[in-house]
């Protein structure tokens, strides 16, 4: 499967269809809909569904490489990778990352790849209009296997820099850093499920 020349009716969509336009809100956000296209302990194929404002809040992918491909509408995406070494110290549960990417994209676009600790590994996506975004998430998040979703609220580098991290950063490099505090799964991580309706995968042994 080619991500990059995937388009939206090959999974069945269109704009018209129920899932992006919203039927319940979260402190005033709507609800995010996905479907689970194919799954095995190697890989999952999901599609999520955004309708106009909604927010898939930040978080983390641990341990794992995702291919994303925006199929349908106009997405703001803002991403970052931590900062090693992981031992140092930052103020509080804060830790230092740097940010990857935070810009508005718009469908038909490539194919984004993150990877373990590089590529924007923890991100946010805000439908800017109706959204629809196929994820490849190899593996697939697992519990067992120490592979669970975290969730993070960020702020700037300037909110919580102190002098001994101010001396060994400079000022160039302070624009593109920002902490990351660890916080419980928000409201608005919660999604509906729906069963996936579109053409099947057919497995080849």
Known sequence: MDAD??????????????????????????????????????FSLCIFFLPETAVIPLHNHPEMTV?????????????YDWVEPK???PPSKLRLARLKANSVYTAPCNTSVLYPTTGGNIHQFTAVTPCAVLDVL???????DDRDCSYYK????????NE??????????REGLGWLEEIEAPENA????????GPQIIENY
């Open 5 to 42: 020349k995937m388009k939206p009716e090959d999974v069945g969509l269109s704009k018209n269809l129920q899932f992006f336009k919203p039927t319940g809100a979260v402190n005033g956000t709507p609800r995010v809909t996905y479907t689970t296209i194919y799954q095995c302990d190697q």
């Open 67 to 79: 291919f994303s491909k925006l199929l349908l509408g106009k997405m703001h995406i803002k991403s």
């Open 87 to 89: 031992d140092s110290k």
């Open 138 to 144: 190899g593996p697939p998040y697992s519990k067992e």
């Open 154 to 161: 960020d702020f700037p580098y300037s909110a919580f820099s």
């Open 164 to 173: 001994g991290e101010t001396t060994r950063v400079n000022e160039e490099e």
């Open 190 to 197: 919660v999604m509906d499920r729906i069963d996936y309706l």
